[in-house]
């Protein structure tokens, strides 16, 4: 059960990613969304970018979304009902376990996991695949990862 997708974040991309990704449950589709919207809003239309979807050894499934820019952090905000935007990370925040960001030299990836998709996909005929050996703080907050020592 794992799937990645190299291509352009474009308004047009979106929901088509989730149409590819429809098989790994509402959750991760709904996470590739506000993730890629992310990307397109504060980097920029056309950023190419990678979207991961993995199966965690624990049962949930990791969705993730890197892009060139490791200097545009994501930013948890609290919109007013007046603010026209800024409820995306608070949506992720609320739908997932926890998630955080990776950064690295020319990049970041935006992660977040999400409870049941794993064993849902896995139940039509997909398998679990570990995720990446780094750890975050099991917190709802973003977190830059470290590997564990």
Request: charged share 20%.
């Amino acid at each position: 059960m794992s799937a990645e997708l190299r291509l352009l974040a474009t308004s047009e991309a979106v929901p088509e990613v989730r149409r590819q990704l429809r098989h790994h449950g509402f959750d991760v589709g709904l996470c590739v969304s506000e993730l890629l919207t992310n990307v397109i809003d504060h980097v920029g239309e056309g950023t190419p970018v990678t979207v991961r979807v993995l199966g965690t050894p624990y049962g949930s499934t990791r969705v993730e979304v890197t892009d060139p820019d490791p200097r545009a952090l994501p930013v948890l905000l609290r919109a007013s009902p007046a603010d026209e935007s800024g409820r995306g990370l608070a949506l992720l925040d609320a739908l997932a376990l926890r998630w955080g960001v990776e950064q690295g030299a020319g990049h970041k990836t935006v992660w977040c996991e999400v409870e049941g998709e794993a064993a849902e996909a896995a139940g039509h005929g997909g398998s679990a695949v570990p995720g990446p050996s780094a750890v975050a703080k099991p917190s709802r907050s973003p977190s830059a990862c470290s590997p564990s020592p």
